[in-house]
C-alpha cells in the first residue's frame, strides 16, 4: 500500500521540484523540467530526445526507496538490499550449445509463467509461489517486469511507471508499491533458486503495454519502435530495472518484450529494434541472457503457410535469432487463438523452431503454451515432443495458479492449479519424465 509520505510527496512534485528525482528526466528536446539531479545522482545522455538522472554509482542487486521516483524531485532515499541465495545458486544461466546451464547442470528445464506474482502486496503468497515451484521442480518463472499506467491509480494497486499525458513525461515508480514489489519477487527467487524471466513492455493494453507510451508522446503502434523519444523512455526504464538486478543469480534472461507485433510492418522494423536494444541491454548486463519474448511468426522452416507462418505480424523469427546479443529463441502457441482447429498442428510448429534454432546454434525455449480449459490431452503431447526435439532448451506452459490468500490467482482457462486434478497430468508427470 502506498505511504501517506509518497502521496504528499506525489502532490507537492510542481510546487517543491527544483531537481529532477531518481530515474527522472533531465533533459530532451522540447523537455522544459528541471536539468540538474539529487545528490548523488548525474544526469546522463540517452538520445537528443532523452536524457535522465543515474545514480553515480550503480553496485546495488536491489534496492528500496521510501517515496515514488519521479521526473521531478521527490525527497527519495535508496538503500542496498542482498537477498540470501540458496546453495548452488550463485551462478548466472548460460546458453550451453542447444541447452540451458542452471548452477553448473546442462540439460532441458521446465518452467511456467506467473505474470501476476509482482503485483502482489502480501510477501506470504509470493513465498508460498516460490515455494511450490521448488518443490515440483519447475526451475524457471516468467512473470512482469513492466506494468504501465497514465494515471495514479488508487491506493494499494501497484504500478511500475507513470506516462502523464498532461504533462508529457515518465515516471518510474520506485516505491513500495512500485519495483520494490519486483525487488521482493526477484530476492525470494533466490531465496528457492527458482530462474526469472522479465520482459520490460507489453504489445498488449494489458498492464498499460505500448499503447501507454503512445498515449504520451504520441504515434502509431509501428512508430512506437522508431520514434526516438519513446525509445528513449523505454531505454531509460530498462536501465532502471536492469541496474537493480545485474548481479542477481535470480535472472534468467532479459525480455524485450511481451509478443511484440508490428502488423502490416516490413520486418525490418521489428527486427532493427530487436538488434539495437539487445546490444543496449548487454551494454548494461553482460553477465545475463536476452531474448526476443516473441510469438515465433514469421518462418519458412517447415511452413505450411498458416497465419502463424507467415510475416503478417512483422516478425521473421530466424532473422531474430542470428543477431549475436540474442542468445535464444522463444516461441509460444495457442492453435484457438490463431484460427487452427487441429491441436496437432502443435507438433510441427515446435519441430520447425527447434529447427531453425538448430540452424543458429542456439536452444529454443517453448515459451508460452496452453488448450483452453483442456490441460491434459493435445498440450502434453506438446511437452513430449519438446522434450525429444533436437535444438529445444526447455518449455513453460501458461500458466501457473494457486489459490492465494485474497483468493484464486487469474484464471484465464489455461490457467493450471498447483494441487489441482490436472496438476499432474499437466505438469507433475513432464517434470518426472524431465
Known amino acids: 500500500m502506498r505511504s501517506l509520505s509518497a502521496l504528499v510527496a506525489l502532490g507537492m512534485i510542481h510546487s517543491v521540484s527544483a531537481q529532477a528525482g531518481s530515474w527522472g528526466q533531465c533533459g530532451g528536446s522540447s ?28 553496485t546495488l542487486t536491489t534496492s528500496s526507496s521510501t517515496t515514488t521516483s519521479a521526473v521531478t524531485t521527490t525527497k527519495s532515499t535508496s538503500t542496498t538490499t542482498t537477498a540470501p541465495t540458496s546453495p548452488g545458486s550463485t551462478a548466472f544461466p548460460k546458453v550451453d550449445g542447444l541447452k540451458f546451464n542452471i548452477n553448473g547442470e546442462t540439460k532441458y528445464f521446465a518452467g511456467t509463467n506467473a505474470y501476476w506474482l509482482p503485483f502482489l502486496t502480501n510477501n506470504a503468497d509470493v513465498d508460498s509461489v516460490f515455494k511450490h515451484l521448488q518443490q515440483t521442480g519447475l526451475k524457471v518463472l516468467r512473470t512482469w517486469g513492466f506494468n504501465d499506467v497514465n494515471t495514479i491509480p ?76 519513446i525509445q528513449g523512455v523505454y531505454q531509460a526504464y530498462i536501465k532502471a530495472v536492469v541496474s537493480r538486478y545485474k548481479d542477481s543469480p535470480a535472472i534468467f534472461a532479459w525480455e524485450l518484450a511481451n509478443e511484440a507485433r508490428c502488423q502490416g510492418c516490413d520486418t525490418d ?72 482447429s487441429n491441436n496437432s498442428w502443435g507438433n510441427d510448429w515446435i519441430k520447425s523452431h527447434a529447427a531453425a534454432c538448430k540452424a543458429a546454434g542456439k536452444p529454443c525455449l517453448f515459451e508460452e503454451y496452453g488448450i483452453k480449459d483442456n490441460h491434459c490431452s493435445d498440450s502434453v503431447t506438446w511437452q513430449a515432443t519438446s522434450l525429444a526435439t533436437t535444438g529445444m532448451g526447455g518449455d513453460m506452459f501458461w500458466q501457473y495458479g494457486e489459490q492465494l490468500s485474497s483468493g484464486a490467482s487469474p484464471n484465464d482457462h489455461y490457467t493450471i492449479y498447483y494441487g489441482s486434478s490436472d496438476w499432474q497430468c499437466g505438469v507433475a508427470n513432464h517434470v518426472g519424465a524431465i
Open 31 to 58: 523537455y522544459t523540467g528541471p536539468t540538474t539531479c539529487q545528490s548523488g545522482w548525474s544526469c546522463v545522455y540517452l538520445n537528443e530526445w532523452f536524457s535522465h538522472c543515474e545514480p553515480v554509482t550503480t
Open 154 to 229: 488508487g491506493s494499494g494497486t501497484v504500478y511500475f511507471q507513470l506516462h502523464d499525458k498532461s504533462s508529457g513525461t515518465s515516471t518510474i515508480n520506485t516505491g513500495a508499491d512500485g519495483l520494490q514489489r519486483l525487488d521482493y519477487v526477484v530476492s525470494t527467487a533466490e531465496k528457492y533458486g527458482i530462474k526469472l524471466i522479465i520482459p520490460f513492455v507489453n504489445n498488449w493494453n494489458d498492464y498499460g503495454g505500448m499503447n501507454a507510451y503512445i498515449n504520451v508522446y504520441g504515434g502509431s503502434k509501428a512508430e512506437w519502435y522508431t520514434s526516438a523519444k
Open 269 to 340: 522494423v521489428i527486427y532493427n529494434w530487436v538488434k539495437k536494444t539487445a546490444a543496449y541491454i548487454k551494454s548494461l548486463d553482460s553477465n545475463h541472457m536476452v531474448t526476443t519474448g516473441e510469438e515465433g511468426m514469421g518462418l519458412t522452416t517447415g511452413s505450411d503457410n498458416s497465419y502463424p507462418y507467415t510475416t503478417y505480424e512483422g516478425n521473421d523469427f530466424a532473422k531474430h535469432i542470428s543477431i549475436p546479443e540474442i542468445d535464444f529463441g522463444t516461441f509460444h502457441l495457442y492453435v484457438s487463438d490463431w484460427g487452427i
